[in-house]
Antibody
Framework: QVQLKESGPGLVQPSETLSLTCTVS????????VSWVRQPSGKGPEWMGR???????AYNSALKSRLSISRDTSKNQVFLKMNSLQTDDTGTYYC????????????WGQGASVTVSS | DIQMTQSPASLSASLGETISIECRAS??????LAWYQQKSGKSPQLLIY???RLQDGVPSRFSGSGSGTQYSLKISGMQPEDEGDYFC?????????FGAGTKLELK
């Protein structure tokens, strides 16, 4: 079945770089896009960006200068890197399967909790 | 960016009651609208896509409607398992944008 799982450090120092990995199974990264979504505690989600099935990327303009999304199809993994982290970057980070159907994210990972603190 | 205004922010419903949640987009999103449910401590789950298409496995008491800039989610007969947060998401233009959410509780 379709599964996504985020992994990465739970604690990041202010001004440092967040690196997260999304490992997928049950579908191919060359057939489906993967979007990253984050959610501060108690708040609404924010779409961060997408790795298209063809290897292209799209980013939220609010994060574009700090954000990079890449992939390794041989390992079924999508990577998120975001630099210059601040305390308001604290939250839960999700990777999602995104079939490019106008806002459809039909499978979500369990989420990775990230705290930015010294 | 397209702004999604969701209302109400919170809602308390009795067992069996029918409720509606609204989302208004700042411009026409051509039915590229999805609804998600998020239960406490869990990841969001897709309920409705393309404004009115029910995702596989979602109970038929959930329905969506709307077009242009105005959309709504209806639950026909509140059940205890429907408690949670609900979000709309526009997928018409990047960046995709979510509504601020509606917290639904059982009265």
């Amino acid at each position: 079945q379709v599964q996504l799982k985020e992994s990465g450090p739970g604690l990041v120092q202010p001004s440092e770089t967040l690196s997260l990995t999304c490992t997928v199974s049950g579908f191919s990264l060359t057939s489906y896009s993967v979007s990253w979504v984050r959610q501060p505690s108690g708040k609404g989600p924010e779409w961060m960006g997408r790795m298209w099935y063809d290897g292209d990327t799209a980013y939220n303009s609010a994060l574009k200068s700090r954000l990079s999304i890449s992939r390794d199809t041989s390992k079924n993994q999508v990577f998120l890197k975001m630099n210059s982290l601040q305390t308001d970057d604290t939250g839960t980070y999700y990777c999602t399967r995104d079939p490019d159907m106008g806002g459809v994210m039909d499978a979500w990972g369990q989420g990775a909790s990230v705290t930015v603190s010294s | 960016d397209i702004q999604m205004t969701q209302s109400p922010a919170s809602l308390s419903a009795s067992l069996g009651e029918t409720i509606s949640i609204e989302c208004r987009a700042s411009e026409d999103i051509y039915s590229n609208l999805a609804w998600y449910q998020q239960k406490s401590g869990k990841s969001p789950q897709l309920l409705i896509y393309a404004a009115n298409r029910l995702q596989d496995g979602v109970p038929s008491r959930f329905s969506g409607s709307g077009s242009g800039t105005q959309y709504s989610l209806k639950i026909s007969g509140m059940q205890p398992e429907d408690e949670g947060d609900y979000f709309c998401l526009q997928g018409s233009k990047f960046p995709y944008t979510f509504g601020a959410g509606t917290k639904l509780e059982l009265k």
